[in-house]
């Protein structure tokens, strides 16, 4: 394990996408969760214009909520796609060098070889899972006045909903990167599985005709995104009447999970039986 | 490993299979067999019932024309494809990945990272195969790669991909080589250059297995052959026998019908062809003209035209392509 884990290292530590693209994934997400309140409370005094009762502005960095709020906002599809790509390039550059054969051929097992590459996605999960962590603390300690150790446990279970999200996600692009082979074969079509042809299904399985409680919430992507379902802005509820989430349950993490599971089963079933 | 071998070194025939290490005479073992592998590719028969034996020690040459089937051969026992049919053995057991860790490779094209340095690849090859770093510096300067250990893979020329290719096989002494085509568009220099260290490496006592599509180079460097065609091999022996090359002359005599029957109780005959008026014999052997005559005149046939005829390597191995098909 330790053995595989040297070898990925040294297979990205002078790869410059590879730093750019990590770069990128927090320049977005730094600017996002900087924007959010921002935009939240925009958003409420345009609805302020047209409502005769004024909605109050809203404070989305304070505990307990802080952890919601931001696992949510580090796991919209926008930003998600960063690591995601990161991973399809990693995987795909194997084919495009050929040194998955060389790999092979110097003696690695076809399960070694996947293995790899999901103790790199499990470890960038855990280091991004880290720095969020981190940076939701820090956010949430400049924002909160009276901090009890209670208030900053209470809604914690985000995080964890944050690493099952990132974890899952990049199992996904994994699943496109060793299918598909091609660098970009496999970034097109990732991307619009992710932006269009799952939100298409979704809306297509979500109506009545079809089902009426719909199987859409079970999707792939969706299943993934479900995790860290709503920010905690009470406005939302008001308006639009959603029921927020409570915390980030065990049987919410049990799909993407199961599809993680599927996944990785696929790639290795399909690794052996395919020629080099 | 480290015995002394004589059958290593080339110059010498390599049919006495025998080894003196500094202790014990004894017989030299399969390092590989192949038993009846096929592989197809649609309507491509690429390896056809290939049966194929290397011992410890030999340089063992698979010949034949582009498409004959030695890639895919080289391909199916490093594992990267699967035999349709048929299986082989590493040391007489199972392939695993601890018989490749064993064998050192170069296939087709280098394969490295075009972002990392020589240094930095060799490293990754060296983690899979469980060595430690300090040979990457020998097998750098044995390459000829040293001064440049530090650029990138993707400034480097074609010859020196395929020398780095060369470097990373011979990591950590393998006790096998596997070269497809070792010498592929390398200018006269490199192809010098690689043989001689082919050479070397069989005088170390590594076995090696080399495809070729060049007579020419299975002949300066291999003791042991095996010719293809069409996924069939043709047959296999030591190079001394399989490509010996047959001297032919051109005879005429006075008396043409006593010529055609005396020659044959000639040692080392082979055929004759009738070409008007002369006849043109092939030996399997070298022939002195001067041994021939006398021969010939004993049996009281009194010849009115010898003349030696010289084939080239590239000939035999087209007329012996030509005789198998």
Avoid at chain 2, 143 to 160: A, D, I, P, Q
Avoid at chain 2, 229 to 258: Q, R, T
Wanted: charged letters at 15%; hydrophobic letters at 50%; one cysteine or more.
């Amino acid at each position: 394990m330790i053995k595989l884990l040297k070898i990925e290292f040294k297979k990205i530590r002078t790869y410059r996408i590879f730093w750019i693209l990590i770069g990128l994934y927090f320049v977005f997400l730094a600017a996002g969760l900087m924007m959010a309140e921002f935009m939240v409370n925009n958003m409420v005094d345009n609805m302020n214009k047209h409502s005769p009762i004024p909605f109050p502005h809203v404070a989305i960095y304070f505990f307990p909520w802080v952890w919601q709020n931001i696992s949510f906002f580090a796991t919209i599809r926008y930003v998600l796609i960063f690591p995601a790509i990161v991973i399809i390039i990693l995987i795909t550059n194997e084919y495009s060098f050929k040194t998955i054969r060389q790999n092979m051929i110097n003696g690695m097992s076809k399960a070694e070889f996947l293995l790899s590459k999901l103790l790199l996605i499990l470890v960038i999960s855990v280091i991004l899972t880290f720095l969020l962590g981190l940076v939701t603390f820090i956010i949430g300690i400049s924002h909160t006045s009276g901090i009890t150790l209670q208030l900053i446990l209470q809604k914690s279970s985000f995080i964890v909903g944050f690493f099952i999200t990132i974890l899952c996600f990049q199992v996904l692009a994994l699943f496109f990167a060793f299918m598909l082979r091609n660098t970009g074969l496999s970034i097109a079509l990732f991307t619009l599985y992710v932006f269009i042809v799952e939100p298409i299904v979704f809306y297509f399985l979500k109506s009545p005709i079809v089902h009426k409680n719909g199987i859409s919430p079970y999707l792939p992507v969706n299943s993934i995104l479900r995790v860290t379902e709503y920010p905690a802005i009470p406005v939302l509820k008001q308006v639009m009447g959603l029921t927020l989430q409570d915390s980030v349950s065990m049987s919410i993490c049990l799909y993407p999970l199961i599809y993680a599971i599927l996944f990785i089963a696929t790639v290795y079933i399909v690794l052996l039986t395919r020629d080099l | 490993m480290h015995s002394f071998c004589i059958c290593n070194n080339p110059v010498l025939p390599a049919s006495k299979i025998y080894c003196f290490s500094p202790f014990i005479l004894h017989k030299l073992e399969t390092v590989l067999s192949i038993r009846n592998i096929s592989k197809r590719y649609g309507k491509i028969q690429a390896v056809d019932d290939l049966n194929l034996e290397v011992m410890k020690g030999q340089v063992f040459g698979l010949l034949g024309p582009n498409g004959s089937g030695k890639t895919t051969t080289l391909s199916v026992i490093l594992e990267l494809i699967r035999p349709g049919s048929g299986d082989f053995q590493w040391f007489g057991q199972p392939p695993s990945k601890a018989s490749r860790k064993r064998i050192g490779s170069v296939i087709e094209s280098p394969n490295f990272f075009p972002y990392l340095s020589p240094v930095n690849n060799l490293k990754i090859v060296a983690d899979i195969k469980d060595l430690g770093y300090d040979d990457i510096g020998r097998v750098l300067n044995l390459t000829g790669l040293y001064e440049r250990r530090n650029s990138r893979f993707r400034t480097f020329s074609f010859g020196m991909k395929q020398r780095l290719a060369v470097a990373s096989a011979l990591l950590g002494n393998p006790d096998i080589l596997i070269l497809d085509e070792p010498t592929n568009g390398l200018d006269p220099q490199g192809i010098a250059h690689i043989r001689e260290l082919i050479l070397l490496i069989a005088q170390q006592g590594i076995t090696i297995i080399i495809a070729s599509h060049l007579l020419d180079e299975i002949q300066k460097v291999c003791t042991h052959v095996a010719v293809l065609s069409k996924g069939k091999k043709l047959f296999d022996g030591e190079v001394s026998e399989v490509l010996a090359i047959s001297d032919s002359y051109e005879l005429s005599a006075e008396n043409p019908a006593a010529l055609s029957e005396s020659i044959k109780a000639f040692p080392g005959y082979r055929s004759a062809t009738v070409a008007g008026e002369k006849i043109l014999v092939y030996f399997n052997s070298e022939v002195n003209p001067g041994e021939l005559n006398r021969f010939l005149f004993a049996q009281g046939v009194i010849l009115t035209h010898l003349a030696e005829r010289k084939r080239s390597l590239e000939q035999h191995f087209l007329e012996l392509l030509r005789d198998n098909a």
